[in-house]
């Protein structure tokens, strides 16, 4: 790739430029196959924006490692100037409350200027020693700021959790959220070593909690494969919950193989949700990477396309496979 689709690449991530000229610095110096030596966490507690902004666009390098993959990606975000008008939401943000770069009234207030209806919040589960995650009192205070700031801004917030699907298949959402909780998403951050066959039984328990809508990016803790997107799919659509599309470059390749499945005639009821999972309030403008998949899958099947959520709501998950 050419310095300018570098440059442009990494400019999705939304980061200040500052930080996105040191990686395009980096990655002219090193080329492709060095992300891991761009930041390795050696200043992880200098100051949150340093540590996230470089830890996202560790994510981009690796995108560049794949030629291909990087150049379709900046051929669908040139396509696309703006954020399709149907999509009324996201599913999957951070705040200040977990791993966020920017205050919860700052992502409010984005998604407000993108013409959205609604935004769902969906900081990561408390981890024990892990202050970029949430604790029981960070969703509380956020609950509180994020219904403050919608009610000034006329836009609907969803409260959210991002839990991790435990070794076992559990999920760590605290009991003491429960009332407050209007669903959650269950993502596989670590894969033990298990085989892909353990790997879906443990999405297929988390799955069947009545708190949880949707499976995101499959693809974050094992490599993309298509058997495994053909197995996912078939599961998710047996369970009647959703499967997320997430919006980050670094996922494009799994997204095509969940995206091919999907547009299978067995399984055309399976429902779908397209997620930025921004880190940044710039990161939010990623959903117009979502337009390309909107075009394949219509809108019926794509929950980002509803004004509101209340299908969705506390306890109401299986109305998905309605």
């Given at each position: 790739m050419?310095?300018?689709?570098?440059m442009a690449l990494?400019?999705?991530?939304?980061v200040?430029?500052?930080y996105v000229e040191?990686?395009?610095?980096?990655?002219?110096?090193?080329?492709p196959?060095?992300a891991?030596?761009?930041?390795?966490k050696?200043?992880k507690r200098q100051y949150?924006?340093?540590?996230?902004s470089?830890e996202?666009?560790k994510i981009?390098?690796?995108?560049l490692?794949?030629?291909e993959?990087?150049?379709k990606?900046?051929e669908?975000?040139?396509e696309s100037?703006?954020?399709d008008e149907?999509?009324?939401?996201?599913?999957?943000t951070?705040t200040e409350?977990?791993?966020?770069m920017n205050?919860?009234?700052?992502?409010?207030?984005?998604?407000g200027?993108?013409?959205y209806?609604?935004?769902a919040?969906?900081?990561?589960?408390p981890?024990?020693?892990?202050?970029y995650?949430l604790?029981?009192e960070k969703?509380?205070?956020?609950?509180e700021i994020?219904e403050?700031?919608?009610k000034?801004?006329?836009?609907d917030?969803?409260?959210?959790?991002e839990?991790n699907i435990?070794?076992?298949?559990?999920?760590d959402?605290?009991?003491e959220?429960?009332?407050i909780?209007?669903?959650a998403?269950?993502?596989l951050?670590k894969?033990?070593?298990?085989?892909?066959?353990?790997?879906?039984?443990?999405?297929e328990?988390a799955?069947?909690d009545?708190r949880v809508?949707?499976l995101t990016h499959?693809f974050?803790?094992i490599d993309?494969d298509?058997?495994?997107?053909?197995e996912?799919?078939?599961l998710i659509?047996e369970t009647?919950?959703?499967?997320?599309?997430n919006?980050?470059p670094g996922y494009?390749?799994?997204?095509?193989?969940?995206?091919?499945e999907?547009?299978?005639?067995?399984?055309?009821?399976?429902?779908?949700?397209l997620?930025t999972?921004?880190h940044c309030?710039?990161?939010l403008?990623r959903m117009r990477?979502?337009?390309?998949f909107?075009e394949?899958?219509g809108?019926?099947?794509?929950?980002n396309?509803l004004?509101?959520?209340?299908?969705?709501?506390?306890r109401?998950?299986s109305?998905l496979?309605?």
């Open positions: 050419n310095d300018a689709e570098v990494l400019k999705i991530s939304g200040k430029d500052k040191k990686a395009f610095l980096f990655f002219r110096e090193k080329g196959g060095h891991e030596e761009f930041y390795n050696r200043d949150r924006e340093e540590h996230m470089l996202v666009l981009y390098l690796r995108t490692d794949n030629e993959t990087a150049k990606v900046l669908i975000w040139n100037s703006v954020i149907r999509i009324r939401g996201d599913f999957h951070h409350f977990s791993d966020g205050t919860t009234e700052e992502v409010l207030e984005t998604a200027s993108l013409g209806s609604w935004i919040l969906s900081d990561h589960a981890v024990p020693g892990n202050s995650t604790t029981v969703y509380m205070r956020r609950t994020a403050k700031v919608s000034r801004l006329g836009i917030v969803y409260h959210s959790i839990a435990l070794e076992d298949g559990g999920l959402i605290p009991e959220i429960e009332g909780l209007d669903f998403v269950a993502s951050h894969s033990y070593g298990h085989s892909h066959a353990r790997i879906l039984e443990r999405i328990r799955l069947q009545e809508i949707a499959p974050f803790a993309p298509e058997k495994f997107a053909g996912l799919i078939a659509g009647g919950k959703a499967v997320e599309l919006l980050f494009f390749a799994g997204n095509i193989l969940l995206l091919k999907l547009l299978k005639p067995e399984n055309a009821e399976t429902r779908v949700i997620s999972d921004a309030v710039g990161g403008h990477l979502g337009n390309f909107l394949h899958l809108p019926g099947r794509v929950l396309t004004d509101e959520l209340s299908i969705l709501g506390r109401g998950a109305l496979s309605k």
